[in-house]
């Protein structure tokens, strides 16, 4: 039997993803930062949060979004291979304070791979990660540095992510087994 | 799929598929890191049983930019006809473990053949004059992202048509897109049956060349044609040189390379305007990369266990 | 000088074939008949129950079978010498037994070619030691199957040569194969010729056809074995000769041989059951079995070899059994050796297709199987009283799927493998010695 949980409806979300835009802000005033959202529904919620984080810091902020396909560690264990979708990062990363934006922190493979998408576009200052839901159960030495809400979960629990401009609705769900 | 031996097994859809693969793959060129990890600590073998630098390294490019390791074999000419049979040629390469075999060989269906003897994924880089899907295919990627759609294109190959692989290919997958394809060459290279076994119609003269939205000039083998299948390459020339004089400015023009130039296309032709034949070279690299990342990306069941680990 | 038929030999039975429906297209027998086999002849032929046995003889229910004359081929490959890994005498003959033969003759184009009477003394003593029916051999007909210099046809003849050929390949000097045929004159055995212009086939693994232009392999047209055909029966002609022409596999062959019999020319010919049964749509998966020279062709062709068979334009039927190893089989399809194995399926896939689909009649089908020989001038096999005792039981109802259980052969390149076929060759008897036998058959256990 599975059972859902919710977790954030619309309006918690959105409160979660302005205290990361502010966190995002009050921790680097001085950085040049530069917003990477990870495909696919990490660049939506990179894209959401830059307007605000803008005017918080006062200066545009480039953004861009990887994917990571190309960068897992599991490639030839999957039945099938992964789809690609467009990576796109047209500013230069040099120099610059990379937050890498995710939906869910779990394993941190995923934020590993997105690491290596984005030291082949150059050399950043520095990498922080923003992560809407972090969920535990982590396999690598990666931590996040922004967190909207915390989600204590069972390893074999899936935390279900939907986005307006993907899925239709807004919604974190934990669905136990 | 496991193995890619020749175009009609993908269908309009699996070319599709790897067209949008090549598209996103095609990206890691233009970045600073000109790799990926993808295909880290897995082997690509190369074997190839006839030269062509060109194609050899395309697919070493290719798998070297998904950081594969590669190693290429170059079998003589002769070998394949005394010492080693093929069988156990591949069964010694089996030793190392490949993820991938890319087999360029004299015969037609050795590729098939080796898909059956080996684990790996076999990728046909040529099997004689029958077939070589990944130009095909990069011929396909090359014509649509310049026109779009290729649905009621007509495309002209043009040559010596009876020894093309790439004619026997590129002829079926441009048909699988839509288009409508007309072999064109002297009577003596365009072989009986030809047309109604690739679904194309055939031509021995330029006449109606001008209804063409793309001419595809083939490569005459020179040292195998004169006095032969041609009394010489200049009657030849006379006759089927893709030329300036025979083209219209909206004609776009193709070349699977190299080129002789002055003989099946003038040089003007090559460096002009409407010639896609270095956009095809670039997407060599990009096909190849999509092709090894669809094979060999995936499919060993049973090391699914990892596959929830990284949501 | 006469024809030596070299085999092992053995204990001749002596059997009662009882209740079978006995057929035999030379002397109008066709019905429910008993037969005794004694003394390595036939004793008798008889109403069913009509027959006294002596004590000795083994009873044989035949009930619902058929029995026949025994069949001989003029034409195979059983590689003695120099290419035992692909046959050897032993297989080669229990590979022919379990089809139904009881006489074969055999090619010459061994390792090295049978060329001389010294290699010729050589095979007849092989053969003695090895083969389980009788086998005559051919020669060739040029030294070392060049095409320039001709054997020693005389002394060939002299010890018991079957007749000459260069099979696989042409005699592609008109010159050279016109001597042939003036010196036949002084030997009188018959020459028989694999037909082939090699300027038009020359590189070709198959058929000139959609299959060749799809797969960008060269493919060799009809016209290169008629017009070879139609020049050597010109030739024949003007020299008075005897020849054999092998393998029939195009429509305008059949016609070549029609127009000069008509004309008086002195020939045979012989089709195989790969070329009446098959296309070069089997070659589409490029499957080296389906690989032979001459080449699977057009289903006009195959049609037209049907008619020739039917009308007696082709005299017999003939395997060209071919045996090829594994490993040179595995081949891609161009370097692969041409040829199919054939004696275990052939009178068993004719009869469930050509009679089977009407094309042929039962008694048609059975004098061009048993007819290989009589070009050489050997009898054909006869059920009749005092003939020698070659008959062959046939399972008009056993079903089985070809090489399933393997083959007696020792290759297995059968280009019907995996057919499923209706019928099948129980028991055969070659001048009156049991050679095969299936266990499926009832009756004289002793034997």
């Keep these: 039997m599975s059972s859902e949980t919710p977790v954030l409806d619309q309006d918690g979300m959105q409160r979660a993803l302005t205290r990361v835009a502010h966190e995002v802000v009050e921790q680097n005033p001085d950085a ?60 230069p990363v040099a120099g610059k304070t990379v937050v890498i934006v995710d939906d869910v922190l779990y394993t941190g493979r995923t934020v590993r791979a997105a690491i290596d998408a984005v030291f082949a576009f150059g050399r950043p200052a520095q990498i922080k990660l923003a992560v809407l839901c972090d ?28 986005v307006v401009e993907i899925d239709g609705n807004d919604s974190v769900v934990i669905a136990s087994r | 799929m496991k193995d890619l031996i020749s175009i009609d097994q993908l269908g309009r859809a699996g070319i599709e598929r790897i067209l949008a693969r090549a598209n996103e793959v095609s990206q890691v060129a233009s970045r600073e890191v000109q790799k990926v990890p993808a295909l880290r600590g897995r082997l690509v073998a190369n074997l190839f049983y006839e030269a062509s630098t060109r ?40 030793a190392y473990s490949p993820a991938a075999i890319v087999l360029r060989h004299p015969c037609a269906g050795a590729a098939a053949l080796v898909a059956g003897w080996t684990d790996a994924a076999v990728i046909n880089a040529g099997d004689g004059a029958h077939a070589h899907p990944t130009q095909a295919l990069l011929d396909v990627h090359t014509l649509v992202n310049r026109i779009g759609d290729l649905t009621g294109k007509r495309i002209w190959i043009v040559g010596d048509i009876a020894h093309s692989r790439v004619a026997r290919s590129s002829a079926v997958a441009f048909g699988l897109m839509g288009a409508r394809v007309t072999l064109c060459g002297p009577p003596t290279l365009l072989p009986p049956g030809i047309g109604a076994a690739l679904g194309c119609e055939t031509s021995t003269s330029l006449e109606r060349l001008g209804e063409a939205d793309v001419v595809y000039g083939l490569r005459m083998q020179l040292e195998r044609m004169e006095g032969v299948a041609i009394p010489s390459l200049r009657e030849y020339s006379s006759y089927y040189m893709i030329d300036s004089g025979r083209l219209s400015s909206n004609q776009l023009v193709m070349h699977p390379g190299p080129v002789n130039r002055g003989v099946e296309i003038s040089g003007a032709v090559v460096d002009g305007p409407h010639s896609l034949i270095s956009e095809q070279v670039a997407s060599g690299v990009a096909i190849r990369m999509a092709v090894l990342f669809e094979l060999l990306a995936g499919g060993d069941v049973s090391k699914q266990h990892h596959e929830t680990v990284m949501a | ?110 390792t090295p070619p049978i060329d001389s009477p010294e290699i010729l003394r050589g095979v007849f003593s092989r053969l003695a030691e090895e083969a389980v029916i009788p086998v005559g051999q051919l020669a060739c007909i040029t030294r070392g199957m060049e095409g320039s210099q001709l054997t020693e046809m005389g002394l060939m003849a002299e010890i ?138 057009f289903e006009e062709d195959r049609l037209a070899l049907i008619a020739g068979l039917r009308d007696g334009t082709i005299d017999c039927v003939a395997t060209d059994h071919a045996p090829h190893s594994k490993d040179e089989k595995s081949e891609p399809f161009e370097i692969a050796p041409f040829g199919t194995t054939g004696l275990e399926t052939a009178f068993a896939v004719l009869n469930q297709e050509l009679v089977g689909n009407r094309d042929l009649d039962l008694s048609t089908l059975i004098e061009r199987m048993t007819s290989g020989c009589v070009p050489f001038g050997l009898e054909p096999p006869m059920i009749k009283q005092g003939e020698p005792a070659n008959l062959v039981v046939f399972d008009p109802e056993e079903s089985w799927i ?46």
Excluded at chain 2, 76 to 87: D, H, M, P
Excluded at chain 3, 21 to 42: F, K
Excluded at chain 3, 411 to 429: A, D, Q
Aim: one cysteine or more; charged letters at 20%; proline letters at 5%.
């Design chain 3, 1 to 110: 000088m006469s024809i030596a038929m070299n085999w092992v030999g053995g204990e001749p039975i002596c059997a009662l074939i009882t209740g079978a429906r006995c057929i035999d297209p030379r002397t109008g027998l066709d019905q429910l008949a008993d037969v005794l086999v004694v003394d390595s002849c036939i004793a008798e032929v008889g109403a069913v129950g009509s027959l006294t046995a002596p004590s000795e003889a083994s009873i044989i229910n035949a009930e619902g079978l058929i029995v026949m004359p025994a069949f001989t081929d003029p034409h195979v490959h059983l590689r003695t010498p120099g290419q035992e890994h692909k046959e050897s005498l032993a297989t080669g003959t229990r590979s022919a037994a379990a089809g139904g033969y009881c006489q074969l003759l055999a090619m010459p184009n061994t």
């Design chain 1, 135 to 162: 969920r535990g159960h982590r396999e690598l030495p990666i931590r996040p540095d922004h967190v909207g809400k915390n989600i204590p979960t069972a390893h074999d629990d899936r935390v279900n992510v939907s």
């Design chain 3, 402 to 447: 070809a090489g399933e259980d393997g083959w007696e052969s020792r290759s297995e390149n059968c280009c019907f493998t995996g057919r499923s076929i209706k019928g099948r060759v129980v028991m055969t008897i070659a001048s009156g010695v049991l050679v095969h036998r299936s266990g499926r058959l009832s009756g004289g256990e002793q034997l």
């Design chain 2, 55 to 94: 194609t050899t390294s395309s697919f070493e490019l290719a798998a070297k930019r998904l950081s594969a390791d590669v190693i290429t074999l170059r079998a003589s000419g002769s070998s394949v006809e005394k010492g080693e049979s093929l069988k156990d040629t591949i069964t010694t390469l089996s």
């Design chain 1, 32 to 91: 040049e930062i530069a917003l990477v959202g990870v495909q696919r529904r990490g660049a939506v919620l990179a894209r959401r949060i830059h307007p605000l984080l803008e005017e918080l810091h006062g200066r545009e902020i480039p953004i861009g979004d990887v994917d990571i396909s190309l960068y897992r560690d599991d490639v030839a264990s999957r039945p099938a291979a992964p789809v690609v979708h467009a990576t796109h990062l047209d500013f």
């Design chain 3, 160 to 297: 018991g040569v079957a007749g000459f050929t260069d099979d696989g390949l042409p005699v592609t000097d008109a010159g050279v194969l016109r001597r042939a045929m003036a010196y036949q004159r002084l030997h009188g055995l018959p020459i028989a010729l694999h037909e082939e212009d090699p300027s038009l086939s020359a590189g070709a693994p198959l058929n000139e056809g959609q299959i060749s232009a799809k797969r960008g392999l060269r493919g060799s047209p009809g016209i290169a074995e008629s017009t070879m055909i139609e020049r050597d029966c010109a030739i024949a002609e003007l020299e008075s000769a005897q020849i054999h022409v092998q393998h029939l596999s195009a429509a305008r062959s059949v016609d070549a041989i029609a127009r000069a019999k008509q004309s008086g020319v002195s020939v045979t010919a012989e089709a195989s059951p790969h070329h009446l049964l098959l296309t070069e749509a089997a070659c589409d998966t490029l499957d080296t079995r389906a690989k032979m020279n001459p080449p699977l062709r």
